[in-house]
T-cell receptor
Framework: SAVISQKPSRDICQRGTSLTIQCQVD?????MFWYRQQPGQSLTLIAT?????????ESGFVIDKFPISRPNLTFSTLTVSNMSPEDSSIYLC???????????FGPGTRLTVT | TQLLEQSPQFLSIQEGENLTVYCNSS?????LQWYRQEPGEGPVLLVT?????EVKKLKRLTFQFGDARKDSSLHITAAQPGDTGLYLC???????????FGKGTMLLVSP
């Protein structure tokens, strides 16, 4: 397994601003992912954070809106840019240390945009 | 079209009752995971099944993977309030590196 921490745990931001969310893992992992989740609903994959190269974005998500950094195998950031109320959600990072789909999730960042 | 159909979406039961949650697809999965998520926390991995027909037990929870690896079920015996949470199934298709999640089942167990 892996222990994952996220900062901040929650934030309230104004429309038009940007927020950067940090994800720290206690061990080196190749596969790291960023998800979005509305409370009580399922997860939507935003992108795969690749170390040493650009992130791989899913359909409907673009780099200009959700830039991702992955400077090493234990850390990643997701920025939510030029926020609108529609970006209010829970943002989760996850890792897959052993492959095969077994992912371990951080506690999430609850973002509210006013 | 949802690739993984999960049912029911919401379930409210009394402590001591049994329940089953279903996860169905027309696609074949090389592995399938079940997660439980409590409010304010990230999903926690409960089990992974990889072999068609496989049955795994985790205390009062029984997980089954369909013979054709297209569906799975989670059965909880004698549910307790501590079982309350959002249950998510997720599958990995061959040739893909990302998980497909079902819509989730919100379970509420009342004392």
């Amino acid at each position: 397994s892996a222990v994952i921490s996220q900062k901040p745990s929650r934030d309230i931001c104004q429309r038009g601003t940007s927020l950067t969310i940090q994800c720290q893992v206690d061990s080196q992992v190749t596969m790291m992912f960023w998800y979005r989740q509305q409370p009580g609903q399922s997860l939507t994959l935003i992108a795969t954070a690749n170390q040493g190269s650009e992130a791989t974005y899913e359909s409907g998500f673009v780099i200009d809106k959700f830039p991702i950094s992955r400077p090493n195998l234990t850390f990643s950031t997701l920025t939510v840019s030029n926020m609108s109320p529609e970006d209010s959600s829970i943002y989760l990072c996850s890792v897959e240390p052993l492959g095969g789909g077994e992912q371990y999730f951080g506690p999430g960042t609850r973002l509210t945009v006013t | 079209t949802q690739l993984l159909e999960q049912s029911p979406q919401f379930l409210s039961i009394q402590e001591g009752e049994n329940l089953t949650v279903y996860c169905n697809s027309s696609s074949v999965f090389s592995s399938l995971q079940w997660y439980r998520q409590e409010p304010g926390e990230g999903p926690v991995l409960l089990v992974t099944v990889v072999t068609g027909g496989e049955v795994k037990k985790l205390k009062r929870l029984t997980f089954q993977f369909g013979d054709a690896r297209k569906d799975s079920s989670l059965h909880i015996t004698a549910a307790q309030p501590g079982d309350t949470g959002l249950y998510l199934c997720a599958g990995l298709r061959s040739g893909y590196s990302t998980l497909t999640f079902g819509k989730g089942t919100m379970l509420l167990v009342s004392p």
